[in-house]
Structure formats: C-alpha cells, structure tokens
Nanobody, 120 residues
Framework: QVQLVESGGGLVQAGGSLRLSCAAS????????VSWHRQAPGEQRELVAA???????NYADSVRSRFTISRDNAKNTVYLQMNTLKPEDTAVYYC??????????????WGQGTLVTVSS
C-alpha cells in the first residue's frame, strides 16, 4: 500500500501565503491526475484545484488567481501555492492522486489532510 502525505499547513493571517506539499509515503514510479480538495467544518469536501495528466490545471472560482497547483516530477511531489489567503479558506486540505508503483497503479489515493487556518 502507498499513502499520500500532506504538509505545510498552519496558521496564517489574512493576506498571507502558504505552500502545501503532497508526497508519497514511499518510493514510487510516478504520480498523476493530481488534485487538491478542502473541507471546512460542517461543509462538504470541495475541489480546489486539479492538474490532469494532460491539459491545463483548473481551479474553483473561489481560489482562481490566488492558488496555483504544480508538481515536481523528479520528486513526485505536488504543491499548492496559496496566496492572498482569506478567512474563508480555512479548512483541512487534502491531496488526491493516482500513484504508480512497480506492477501496480493505485487510483484516487487520498492524503490524511493538513489544516490551514486563516485569521482575520
């Protein structure tokens, strides 16, 4: 089994920035179909940003122009750069991706989440 591990969450003031990272828990061949989601207290999990295997990234309207999804293929790591954060961005952020290891592909693997809190 392989897991995704997010990091980079924390407490930040409104207007600040954070960069979230998402990496596999062990050595893998590749990571694809990556996306970031978030879930605020009492709310459903929502898609924030996605980077398909082909094509350009897409973003939720609420974060477009403020958040950027990217990946480092050499490190098999996915990032979410979050700028101009707002209190309404407060949520647990999760990454999701397809992971390829020798002889097997794991589809739609979730990380455990990292908490982002934006104070006003």
């Amino acid at each position: 089994q392989v897991q995704l591990v997010e990091s980079g969450g924390g407490l930040v003031q409104a207007g600040g920035s954070l960069r979230l990272s998402c990496a596999a828990s062990r050595s893998i061949l590749s990571i694809s179909a990556v996306s970031w989601h978030r879930q605020a207290p009492g709310e459903q999990r929502e898609l924030v940003a996605a980077m398909p295997s082909s094509g350009s990234a897409n973003y939720a309207d609420s974060v477009r122009s403020r958040f950027t999804i990217s990946r480092d293929n050499a490190k098999n790591t996915v990032y979410l750069q979050m700028n101009t954060l707002k209190p309404e961005d407060t949520a647990v952020y999760y990454c999701n991706a397809d992971i390829q290891v020798i002889g097997q592909t794991f589809l739609g693997v979730w990380g455990q989440g990292t908490l982002v809190t934006v104070s006003s």
